[in-house]
Every structure is written in C-alpha cells, then in structure tokens.
C-alpha cells in the first residue's frame, strides 16, 4: 500500500480544521489540489475519511480512528528525521519499554541509571502492563520491546530469558508460617489464601503447577495486582504466594518471605521483541546493556 506522507497532511490538517478551505491555506496548498490529495488517500485506504457539506467537513467513523493513527506516524517521522544525526550517535533518541510491573520496579531503574550515566540525553517511555499486554504491545510494534513472561507462541515473537525465578509465601513476622525454614503448598490449603485473577500469567503458572495436586490452597481473597496482594498480607488478613521478585528487599518489618516446595514453582522472565523490526540505535543499545546487567545480577531479592 503506497501512501503518500504528503496526503496524510492533508488529511490530518482537514480533519483538525474541519474546512478544506482553512486546511489549504495552512499547508500552503490549493484547494483543489488539497481535495485531490484527500481523494487519493481515501482511494489507496478504500474507505470514506470525511463526510463533504456545503458548509462544513466532519469525519466519518473510519476517519475518527485513523486520526490518531496518522498522527502519530507524522510526529514519529518528525522526530526521526529532526534527530537522525544524534539518534545515530546514540547521544539522543527515545527508547520504549513495556514491562511487567514487579520488573519495571525491580530492576529496570538500576539499569535505566546506569544507562542514562552514559546517554544522558536518551528519553524512556516506559508502558507497565500485564504479561498479555506486554506481549501485544510488541507485537503492534507500539514499543521497542518488552519484558514479560515466558509463554508466547506468536511466530513473529522471539523471546530471550533472563532469569528463572521461584515463587514464595508471603506472610506476616507474627505469621505462624514465618518461621519455618519452607512451607508445602498443600499446607497452605489450612491458611486464607490470597491470589491474582485468573487473566494474569503469574495466576496461570500456579494453576499448571498444581493443577495434579490433591491438596491445594482454597482461594479467599482474589485481587489484580501482586502489590494489593502484598498489601493484604501486610494488614494480616492472610499469605500469599509471589515470585521472589516482587517480594520486598529483605529485611521487611512486617512480611516474611518463605520458600514453598512439593511442588517448586518457578516462572521465566525474559525479552520479548519482534526480530524482523529494526530497533531505533538507542533502544538496541539499551537492550544489550539490559540482557549483560540482568544475566550478571543478584538473584532477585538476594
């Protein structure tokens, strides 16, 4: 599909001023010539972008979506070509991440640090999603890449692991469980449970894991987010299990972290990227600091 840059001008300066005639003038275009643009676009995408009255031009419901859209392809060409020179240099440039959140807390500030000590002027967008999220996020090519966890089978996907990583039971100090050197998941079945939604992948990884159990823990409170997950079990009202990664850094006054067996759960986090789409020099850079930082750091929570 052969779409002229030139007539998404003139379509985005139409829709915004809602006049042909006001739109030529601000692209210094004749009338006739801008309608000819507008007809050549709508031609190429077959289908109707704007609605023509005798006073007045409106979008049509296709038009309404593609607005944003070609937008957005104006202002990414406009900052690439303003800034080619220094994005090749790697001195400037935009990098975008979407991330899991226990990662984007975690680990990717020390990371962001140490890259920003050397690329200063280097901005990060930073989109903290759920595991699906991430993985469409990339696929849509809307970031740069991704870290979520292991378990797409999209072909145009590659990932690449960074670290495997257990899940333990959270519990408050005053927690019977909180001094036991490891807990069995079946002993958990004696405790309030809290647990995630069925639409998170951490929720998914402990359901396979235990799924041939004959003694497992009954859910009593389910929430979204890992961190309200945290937050009820630093109220008391219950434990939960969390991978190592989004439990806090050790010593916490009020939780304990114990290691849960019988049997070990584990999840793989790691990149997500779309091998065929060329990476900005900025975000590839950033992406091989990332992969040596994270493949030579602590285990998470050590």
């Known amino acids: ?7 998404l001008k003139a379509f985005v300066a139409t829709a915004e001023m809602q006049s042909f005639r006001a739109a030529a003038e601000m692209i210094h275009l004749s009338q006739p010539a801008l309608t000819r643009r507008i007809q050549k676009l709508e031609t190429t995408l077959g289908v109707a972008l704007l609605e023509r009255t005798t006073r007045r031009v409106s979008l049509t419901a296709v ?12 202002d990414d060409l406009e900052t690439s070509l303003l800034s080619v020179r220094e994005i090749a240099e790697r001195r400037s440039g935009l990098v975008s991440i979407a991330c899991i959140p226990t990662a984007a807390y975690y680990f990717l500030p020390d990371v962001i ?4 000590k050397e690329y200063p002027l280097i901005r990060f967008r930073i989109v903290d999603a759920g595991a699906n999220e991430v993985l469409q996020s990339v696929i849509n090519r809307e970031v740069d890449f991704g870290i ?6 999209a072909p145009e996907v590659s990932f690449e692991p960074l670290i495997e990583e257990p899940f333990h039971l959270a519990c408050r100090r005053d927690h019977p469980l909180s001094r036991r050197a490891e807990v069995t998941w079946a002993e958990l079945a004696d405790h309030r449970f809290i647990t995630v939604g069925r639409a998170s992948g951490n929720r998914l990884i402990m359901d396979l894991a235990l799924a ?6 009954r859910p009593f409170y389910e929430v979204q987010h890992l961190s309200t997950s945290l937050g009820l079990v630093e109220a008391g009202l219950g434990v939960a299990a969390l991978p190592r990664m989004s439990l806090p850094a050790a010593p916490h006054p009020l939780i304990a972290a114990v290691a849960l067996k019988d049997p070990t759960v584990t999840r793989t986090v790691g990149v997500v990227r779309v091998p065929a789409a060329k990476a900005p020099p900025a975000a590839e850079q950033f992406y091989r600091m990332l992969l040596s930082r994270w493949q030579n750091a602590d285990p998470p929570g050590a």
Request: hydrophobic share 35%; proline share 6%.
């Open 1 to 7: 599909m052969n779409i002229d840059l030139e007539d």
């Open 63 to 74: 038009g309404r979506d593609f607005l944003p859209r070609a937008r957005r392809l104006l």
């Open 212 to 217: 041939g159990a004959t003694v497992r823990p």
């Open 113 to 116: 640090g140490e890259f920003t």
């Open 148 to 153: 979520t966890l292991l378990g797409t089978e």
